[in-house]
């Protein structure tokens, strides 16, 4: 077996040494064509973590390669940091933050006088609706601690069935265009797919109310960033958190305009965003925690030969 989530890339690898291999892991490494033919003994490839959209399902559906994933770590940490984002853009914290941030280090606080302070970023849970795009396992993890803070919570999720909504007690809505128009906060908890990606964007976007908020902690290529900027720039968000983004990690000098007004924290969307690299997983336990399950889940297969959390072949990118 061999990890795939060190610092040695597979290419680097001595052919000798991939000849022997029945298992791969795979963390945030992607796994292309040309690196599965390196290894002609494969069995099957243990996804360290949620999403496979960074395997060749096709080339390895075609090598016959059995595909697991670890779809039940982290999920406590990804709803805690889609809630933590939610309430961060939701009480303004990092616009407040921002007023003592100068644009020169030798500055003074930029504290705003009262009535500047009042701000459509920061309203009331208990009077504002939370949308959760894609109700599985992570958007039902942020349901249940949405709910303490008081939202009217509605859910889009066209391949859950019927009666989800009443064991959850919240409400279903039919079309994703009803998502977006009630919802004040809205949650994305979807895989990138053929279909998802890009799936959160302008249309979709403007839809919402005015002052809403976007929280995504699923993949990044689900939204798209020109929209997102679009309804940011203009006024109709007051704000974004997100965790990921399309490019991972993210290329100098081809960055999207949208994190480049970011990073030189431009006037304009100067504490209305907020972005943390690719870490809502990430905690000590799950650590842990995906170390331990990907080795039973390799186990199981190359020892036992069961197929539990085996991804179908024909769950591909097309």
């Given amino acids: 077996?061999?990890?795939?989530?060190?610092?040695?890339?597979?290419?680097?690898?001595?052919?000798?040494?991939?000849?022997?291999?029945?298992?791969?892991?795979?963390?945030?490494?992607?796994?292309?064509?040309?690196?599965?033919?390196?290894?002609?003994?494969?069995?099957v490839v243990v996804r360290m973590g949620v999403g496979f959209d960074c395997l060749d399902r096709k080339a390895l559906a075609a090598r016959g390669v059995k595909v697991r994933r670890i779809h039940h770590y982290g999920t406590g940490e990804v709803a805690d940091h889609a809630i933590a984002l939610a309430l961060a853009m939701r009480?303004?914290?990092m616009m407040y933050h921002s007023y003592w941030l100068p644009a020169t280090p030798a500055g003074p606080p930029r504290i705003p006088p009262w009535e500047q302070q009042q701000t459509a970023m920061t309203l009331r849970p208990s009077v504002r609706t939370l949308g959760i795009l894609g109700l599985g396992r992570i958007g039902?993890?942020?349901?249940?601690?949405?709910?303490?803070?008081?939202?009217?919570?509605?859910?889009?999720?066209?391949?859950?069935?019927n009666g989800v909504d009443r064991a959850l007690s919240i409400e279903r809505v039919r079309t994703i265009e009803e998502l977006f128009q009630q919802s004040d906060t809205l949650s994305v908890h979807v895989p990138l797919t053929s279909e998802t990606a890009k799936f959160v964007n302008e249309r979709l976007l403007r839809m919402m109310p005015q002052n809403a908020v976007l929280v995504n902690t699923s993949r990044g290529g689900v939204v798209d960033l020109d929209g997102l900027e679009k309804v940011l720039k203009d006024d109709?968000?007051?704000?974004?958190?997100?965790?990921v983004v399309p490019v991972e990690p993210p290329v100098p000098n081809t960055l999207h305009p949208l994190l480049?007004?970011?990073?030189?924290?431009?006037?304009?969307?100067?504490?209305?965003?907020?972005?943390?690299?690719?870490?809502?997983?990430a905690s000590p336990d799950s650590l842990v925690d995906i170390r331990e399950k990907s080795a039973w889940c390799m186990r199981e297969v190359l020892c036992e030969g069961?197929?539990?959390?085996?991804?179908?072949p024909d769950a591909l990118w097309a």
């Fill in 260 to 281: 480049e007004a970011y990073r030189r924290q431009d006037e304009w969307i100067r504490g209305r965003l907020v972005v943390t690299p690719h870490v809502a997983f």
């Fill in 236 to 243: 109709h968000l007051a704000g974004a958190g997100l965790d």
């Fill in 306 to 312: 069961k197929d539990t959390n085996v991804i179908p």
């Fill in 91 to 93: 009480r303004g914290i």
């Fill in 140 to 161: 039902t993890a942020t349901v249940l601690r949405a709910k303490p803070f008081g939202w009217r919570i509605i859910f889009y999720d066209p391949y859950l069935p």
């Fill in 1 to 43: 077996m061999w990890s795939g989530h060190g610092d040695r890339k597979l290419a680097e690898l001595p052919d000798e040494l991939c000849a022997r291999v029945h298992g791969l892991f795979i963390f945030r490494r992607f796994l292309t064509e040309e690196d599965i033919e390196r290894f002609p003994k494969l069995r």
